[in-house]
């Protein structure tokens, strides 16, 4: 899922500035789940621009806002209300509003209501942590399932660098260091031996941006 985190009620209403009509976009998925743009926090922005004398000319919370068949769906729903409105404010992330944007007939200013942090996986203890940067090279196998570029805070292919101290981050104190997290689960595994095989520089052309794939 892709994490999100709103932008300031300051930056919304400067960005809407000399909008009068607002349609409201949230999501029932990422943006539900991050409570940046669920039902209740779009309910809460609707509150709170009518009390800055915005006019909100509808609201729609789609369930997936960054698939393209549903986003159209919901939109051809709320047509006539967003003919009559001067913005559309996106609670979702980046691909949610970009999503919006291309399905939007009605030429409508489109405007993001939060930034887009990290694709996350949530833990036993509904925590939301980043664990891949979708480098496109995936070297898991090797390291016991914790990734080091994403992980390490330098992103190293072989670690650990010698700045570890007593199994943290020399960046971060609060972290585990990655590369003693690998350490140990290989050490557990009886795989120590897979730290003597160095790891090559990292294939740059396996990332490419922006990433395009046929969905089968
Ligand atoms: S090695 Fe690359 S693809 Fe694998 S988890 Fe780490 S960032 Fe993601
Ligand atoms: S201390 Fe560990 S996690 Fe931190 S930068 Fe060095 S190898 Fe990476």
Same mark, same amino acid.
């Given at each position: 899922?892709?994490?999100?985190?709103?932008? %300031?009620?300051?930056?919304?209403?400067?960005?809407? !500035?000399?909008?009068?009509?607002? *349609?409201?976009?949230?999501?029932?998925?990422?943006?539900?789940?991050?409570?940046?743009?669920?039902?209740?926090?779009?309910?809460?922005?609707?509150?709170?621009?009518?009390?800055?004398?915005?006019?909100?000319?509808?609201?729609?919370?789609?369930?997936? =806002?960054? &698939?393209?068949?549903? =986003?159209? #769906?919901?939109?051809?729903? *709320?047509? &006539?209300?967003?003919? =009559?409105?001067?913005?559309?404010?996106?609670?979702?992330?980046?691909? /949610?509003?970009?999503?919006?944007?291309? #399905? !939007?007939? =009605?030429?409508?200013?489109? *405007?993001?209501?939060?930034?887009?942090?990290?694709?996350?996986?949530?833990?036993?203890?509904?925590?939301?942590?980043?664990?891949?940067?979708?480098? /496109?090279?995936?070297?898991?196998?090797?390291?016991?399932?914790?990734?080091? &570029?994403?992980?390490?805070?330098? /992103?190293?292919? @072989?670690?650990?660098? /010698?700045?570890?101290?007593?199994?943290?981050?020399?960046?971060?104190?609060?972290? !585990?260091?990655?590369?003693?997290?690998?350490? #140990?689960?290989?050490?557990?595994?009886?795989? &120590?031996? @897979?730290?003597?095989? %160095?790891?090559?520089?990292?294939?740059?052309?396996?990332?490419?941006?922006?990433?395009?794939?046929?969905?089968?």
């Amino acid at each position: 899922m892709i994490v999100t985190r709103q932008k %300031t009620l300051e930056q919304i209403l400067k960005m809407l !500035d000399g909008k009068k009509k607002i *349609f409201i976009i949230g999501c029932g998925d990422c943006a539900a789940t991050c409570k940046t743009g669920g039902d209740e926090e779009v309910r809460q922005m609707s509150d709170f621009l009518t009390q800055r004398g915005k006019e909100i000319t509808g609201c729609a919370v789609p369930e997936d =806002t960054c &698939v393209s068949a549903k =986003t159209k #769906n919901a939109l051809a729903k *709320f047509s &006539v209300q967003l003919k =009559t409105s001067d913005a559309v404010l996106v609670l979702a992330c980046g691909s /949610g509003v970009q999503c919006v944007k291309e #399905n !939007d007939r =009605t030429h409508c200013e489109i *405007f993001p209501g939060c930034d887009s942090l990290f694709a996350a996986f949530i833990d036993k203890d509904n925590v939301l942590k980043e664990v891949c940067s979708a480098c /496109g090279a995936c070297v898991l196998e090797l390291t016991e399932g914790v990734c080091p &570029v994403t992980r390490c805070s330098k /992103g190293l292919l @072989n670690g650990p660098c /010698g700045g570890q101290d007593k199994g943290k981050c020399e960046a971060d104190k609060t972290k !585990d260091c990655a590369w003693i997290l690998i350490y #140990n689960r290989l050490k557990e595994k009886g795989k &120590v031996e @897979n730290l003597k095989k %160095t790891l090559p520089p990292k294939d740059a052309s396996r990332s490419k941006k922006p990433g395009i794939v046929l969905k089968k």
